[in-house]
């Protein structure tokens, strides 16, 4: 069977994504955004207490339940303080390159509510007021948040909301160019996100159903390593998707779709992973996937697996250049993504 897959609707959705704030603990907006798209798709979305959200789709078979996840959480940060400037003193949320957001505007979600515009900038800002504006180093103790707002002095910056503890999200910057290409923040992992919105919608329009009972999982802590540490009840297989690498180690381009055999925490389970590969050799583009060990990262998945959940655990997606940057993929690599997800939740490839 060959997986027709709408590439306009899973450009359109990740941009609506990547639009949605979603920083690591932040969560209030991407759930009510994806609670109101499942509605539209006849689901019904729930949330456990560690604001993982769900869908749950009937099996033609429920002697078993498979969970297949991607993370909504994105790398952000966190006000730890304030300098007599009345500039941010943050702390990163996640794998954060503080030379990728040097410049960048953010939105800083107070406690009570407000939201206020930021700009993340270096402490030796200007070339042409800091010698050493080139050299300094860019990390928390030399970056701050610089509100968009006439604030002097702490006091100006409280006065607007702002707290220790406000969560910043970090705008994502979206292009979508002609030929398929897409630049933006958080293609990690909202990329995996859209592709598992459109498998739901497939199945809804389809009328079909999975092989298995299968719980869709959206949770909001794997960039910091702990989305995968409570897993519902009966789940025997965990499917993390989520990005895939680019570089010295990994035979792949922005046009693939990886499937992961091990990754930092170590190898995923060897017959899901066989099976995932089937499942890529049959649908597929020949040219469009391969196998990857990403020793630099891992997944909610493995997090599952390592906090002693009885489960066999997988992983695969799209191929993501300048991780954690400002990334890139093509639109390619999300619809052969989408296709071997669509194929996994179908029991394809099983041995
Ligand atoms: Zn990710």
């Given at each position: 069977m060959s997986y027709q897959i709408d590439s306009k609707y899973l450009i359109d959705t990740l941009h609506e994504l990547v639009e949605v704030d979603s920083?690591?603990?932040?969560?209030?907006?991407?759930?009510?955004?994806l609670r109101e798209a499942f509605a539209k798709m006849g689901y019904e979305m729930f949330c456990d207490n560690k604001a993982t959200a769900y869908v749950r789709v009937e099996g033609a078979d429920s002697s078993k339940t498979v969970c297949v996840g991607a993370h909504l959480d994105t790398i952000g940060l966190i006000v730890r303080g304030f300098n007599d400037d009345g500039t941010l003193r943050v702390r990163m949320l996640g794998g954060i390159n503080y030379h990728a957001i040097e410049g960048v505007t953010c939105r800083i979600h107070c406690r009570g509510g407000e939201v206020v515009m930021g700009q993340v900038i270096c402490n030796k800002h200007s070339v042409h007021v800091f010698e050493d504006c080139r050299s300094a180093e860019r990390d928390e103790n030399t970056m701050s948040v610089s509100v968009i707002a006439d604030v002097a002095c702490p006091a100006d910056a409280r006065a607007l909301g702002i707290t220790e503890g406000a969560i910043i999200s970090i705008d994502p910057?979206?292009?979508?160019?002609?030929?398929?290409?897409?630049?933006?923040?958080?293609?990690?992992?909202?990329?995996?996100?859209?592709?598992?919105?459109?498998?739901?919608?497939?199945?809804?329009?389809?009328?079909?159903?999975?092989?298995?009972?299968?719980?869709?999982?959206?949770?909001?802590?794997?960039?910091?390593?702990?989305?995968?540490?409570?897993?519902?009840?009966?789940?025997?297989?965990?499917?993390?998707?989520?990005?895939?690498?680019?570089?010295?180690?990994?035979?792949?381009?922005?046009?693939?779709v990886g499937v992961i055999a091990s990754d930092a925490k170590g190898p995923y389970d060897w017959d899901l992973t066989n099976q995932l590969?089937?499942?890529?050799?049959?649908?597929?583009?020949?040219?469009?996937?391969?196998?990857?060990?990403?020793?630099?990262?891992?997944?909610?998945?493995?997090?599952?697996?390592?906090?002693?959940?009885?489960?066999?655990?997988?992983?695969?997606?799209?191929?993501?250049?300048?991780?954690?940057?400002?990334?890139?993929?093509?639109?390619?690599?999300?619809?052969?993504?989408?296709?071997?997800?669509?194929?996994?939740?179908?029991?394809?490839?099983?041995?």
């Open positions: 920083p690591v603990g932040y969560y209030a907006d991407i759930h009510a955004y910057q979206f292009e979508a160019f002609e030929n398929g290409y897409i630049v933006s923040r958080h293609i990690d992992d909202k990329a995996a996100v859209a592709a598992l919105l459109d498998v739901l919608r497939w199945l809804k329009e389809t009328g079909q159903k999975p092989a298995f009972d299968t719980l869709f999982a959206f949770p909001m802590y794997e960039e910091i390593g702990h989305g995968g540490a409570f897993v519902p009840e009966g789940v025997s297989e965990y499917v993390a998707v989520d990005i895939t690498l680019l570089g010295p180690d990994y035979d792949s381009n922005e046009h693939h590969i089937r499942c890529a050799k049959e649908h597929c583009d020949a040219d469009k996937w391969d196998t990857q060990v990403c020793f630099h990262y891992s997944t909610d998945a493995n997090a599952a697996s390592h906090l002693d959940h009885d489960l066999r655990h997988g992983a695969f997606g799209m191929a993501c250049l300048n991780s954690h940057g400002r990334e890139r993929c093509h639109v390619d690599a999300i619809v052969e993504t989408e296709k071997l997800a669509r194929a996994y939740v179908m029991g394809e490839g099983r041995a």
